[in-house]
C-alpha cells in the first residue's frame, strides 16, 4: 500500500513538473547593456576589475523592487562599459541579507572598490565609505538619483586613474 502511495505521489509530482524549465539567467539584455542577476559576492568582485558596481538588493515578491527592473535596464544601458549594473535576489541568496545587513528593501549601494578586504562604497554626497549603512540608497528613487552616484563613483575612479 505504501509503494502504490509513493508511486501515485511520484507520477502525479512528474505531471505537475512536466516541461516546467527554470531558468535563471546571469543577464537580462533589452538593450545594449546587461542587469547582472548576481548570486555570489565572487561576481561583485570580480565586476569591480572593470569599474564601480550599482548593486540592487530587493525581492521578485516585492513592488517597489519590481518597479526599479525598467531604471536598472537604462542604467544597464548608458553605463555599459562604465559600471556594472548588478541585482539581488535575497530569496534566491538570503546569505546578501546578512553580509550586507540589510532591511528594509530595495537596498542599493554603489561600490567602488574593496581594501583590507572590504568593500569601499560612493556615498550620495561624493564621499567614500566603508560603512554601507552611509552610503546605501533606500527605497525606490528617481533614476537621476541612480545617475548621481555613479557619475561620482567614475570621476572619483577616473581621478585615480590620472
Known sequence: MKQLVLLSILIIGT???????EQSPTQESHGNGSVVNT???????????????FLKIGAEWCGPCQKMEPILQE???KYEGKATIMSVDIEQSPEFIEYFGVGPIPDSSVVIGIENGEYVYMQEDGNVSKNRFTARILGLRDK???E????????????KSQ
Open 15 to 21: 505531471l505537475f513538473t512536466a516541461g516546467c524549465t
Open 144 to 146: 537621476q538619483e541612480f
Open 75 to 77: 542604467l544597464a544601458n
Open 148 to 159: 548621481k552616484v555613479l557619475d561620482l563613483a567614475l570621476q572619483k575612479e577616473n581621478s
Open 39 to 53: 548570486t555570489e559576492l565572487g561576481q561583485i568582485n570580480t565586476s569591480l576589475e572593470k569599474g564601480p558596481v
